[in-house]
C-alpha cells in the first residue's frame, strides 16, 4: 500500500535562505510523486512531479526535488527563499504502475513561514 | 480558459438534509476525482472516477456518494450529511492516456461546507 510522510508540519525560514521540505514514501511499485503548493485561501497548483525519468526534477518558482529510491524519499528544495513562497505545500503519491490507478495519497502537509 | 468550477463556493446546512456540490471540467479530461481537506490530514481521496460511469471508491468514501454520467461533470452527493463532513472540499480533473494518469491534477477552487 502507499503512504505518504511529510517529516516536518511546519518550516521557518529566513527569506534568502535555502529550504528544505521533507517526504518520505512507501509504495510497492514504481510510484509517480508530485509536490502540490497551496496559498492561503487557494486551490493547489502542481510545483513538480517526477514519472521515472529523471531523478532529478525541477519545477516551477526554482523548486526542485530529487528521487531517492534507496531512501524512498522525494524532498523539495529550493536554493533561496522569497517571501511569496509562503504556503502549505503536500507531497503526493500514486501508483499507476501498481495496479493501484487512480489512487492519490497526500501527505499532512508542511506549512513554510518565511521571515523578511 | 481551462478550468475546474465547483458549486457552491461556501454551504451551511443541517444535518440530514441531503446536499449536491457540483464539479465540472472544461478540458475533456478522463480522470476525475474528489478530496476532502482537514487541518492536520492534508488532503484525503473520496472518490474518483477514471471515465464515464466508471468510479472508485478512495480512501474516505463513507457518507459520500458520486456519478459521471458525462465526461465533464462529476457531482459530489451527501445523502445525510452529518457534522463530521464539515470540511473544505475539492474538485480535480487530469488527463489519463493509456491507463496511466501520471498528470498535473487540476484543482478547482474549494467549497468549504459545514454542517450544523
Known amino acids: 500500500a502507499q503512504s505518504v510522510t511529510q517529516l516536518d508540519s511546519h518550516v521557518s525560514v529566513s527569506e534568502g535562505t535555502p529550504v528544505l521540505l521533507r517526504c518520505n514514501y512507501s509504495?510497492?511499485?514504481?510510484?509517480?510523486l508530485f509536490w502540490y503548493v497551496q496559498h492561503p485561501n487557494k486551490g493547489l497548483q502542481l510545483l513538480l512531479k517526477y514519472t521515472s525519468a529523471a531523478t532529478l526534477v525541477k519545477g516551477i518558482n526554482g523548486f526542485e526535488a530529487e528521487f531517492k529510491k534507496s531512501e524512498t524519499s522525494f524532498h523539495l528544495t529550493k536554493p533561496s527563499a522569497h517571501m511569496s513562497d509562503a504556503a502549505e505545500y503536500f507531497c503526493v503519491v500514486s501508483d499507476w504502475g501498481g495496479g493501484q490507478g487512480g489512487k492519490l495519497i497526500f501527505g499532512q502537509g508542511t506549512e513554510l513561514s518565511v521571515k523578511p | 480558459e481551462a478550468q475546474v468550477t465547483q458549486n457552491p463556493r461556501y454551504l451551511i446546512t443541517v444535518t440530514g438534509k441531503k446536499l449536491t456540490v457540483t464539479c465540472s471540467q472544461n478540458m475533456n479530461h478522463e480522470y476525475m476525482s474528489w478530496y476532502r481537506q482537514d487541518p492536520g490530514l492534508g488532503l484525503r481521496q473520496i472518490y474518483y472516477s477514471m471515465n464515464v460511469e466508471v468510479t472508485d471508491k478512495g480512501d474516505v468514501p463513507e457518507g459520500y456518494k458520486v456519478s459521471r454520467k458525462e465526461k465533464r461533470n462529476f457531482p459530489l452527493i451527501l445523502e445525510s450529511p452529518s457534522p463530521n463532513q464539515t470540511s473544505l472540499y475539492f474538485c480535480?480533473?487530469?488527463?489519463?492516456?493509456?491507463?496511466?494518469?501520471?498528470?498535473?491534477?487540476?484543482f478547482g477552487p474549494g467549497t468549504r461546507l459545514t454542517v450544523t
Open positions: 480535480a480533473s487530469s488527463l489519463l492516456l493509456g491507463g496511466q494518469g501520471n498528470y498535473e491534477q487540476y
Open positions: 509504495s510497492s511499485y514504481s510510484p509517480s
